[in-house]
């Protein structure tokens, strides 16, 4: 016995997809593609503008922690000069300014404040930032010294 299976005469044998049915997908996958890059350039704007305040953030460290290394008698604006140009020549933030300033502080007879400010530009508008670092040193006196 041999059996022949034939297709019923109500199906209909597959045609495929449409032309219509392509232009929509194909507009839909634009749609998404455009959306998908947009997407990723602000994030790469956003990743690089928090590498710039990380940068800058490290920049102010070492100014401080270089201040902070200093003998208190040399704390002067001199110093603070070349505090800022050698934290400045190691190029973390390029094109960034630092100021580094040591003033007396009012209320404090013993104490020095010191001002560390870093300024970048970012962004294709030049947007001016600024990280700001200060702390204030305090000069040991004699009676820092006496044991009760």
Do not use: K
């Not at 839909?28 to 455009?34: G, I, Q, R, S, T």
């Not at 990380?54 to 704390?75: G, V, W």
């Amino acid at each position: 016995m041999h059996f022949c299976i034939r297709p019923s005469r109500t199906t209909r044998p597959a045609r495929g997809i449409s032309l219509v049915e392509l232009m929509a997908a194909a507009a839909l996958l634009a749609v998404l593609l455009v959306a998908t890059v947009r997407i990723l350039s602000a994030m790469a704007v956003q990743q690089r503008a928090i590498d710039h305040r990380h940068a800058a953030i490290q920049m102010a460290d070492n100014a401080m922690e270089r201040a902070f290394a200093t003998p208190y008698s040399q704390l002067t604006p001199g110093e603070a000069d070349t505090i800022a140009t050698t934290v400045v020549s190691q190029e973390m933030l390029r094109s960034a300014e630092l100021d580094v300033t040591f003033g007396p502080d009012a209320d404090e007879e013993h104490a020095t404040r010191i001002d560390i400010a870093v300024r970048w530009h970012e962004g294709a508008d030049g947007v001016e930032r600024t990280h700001r670092l200060t702390a204030w040193r305090y000069r040991l006196t004699s009676n820092a010294h006496a044991t009760p």
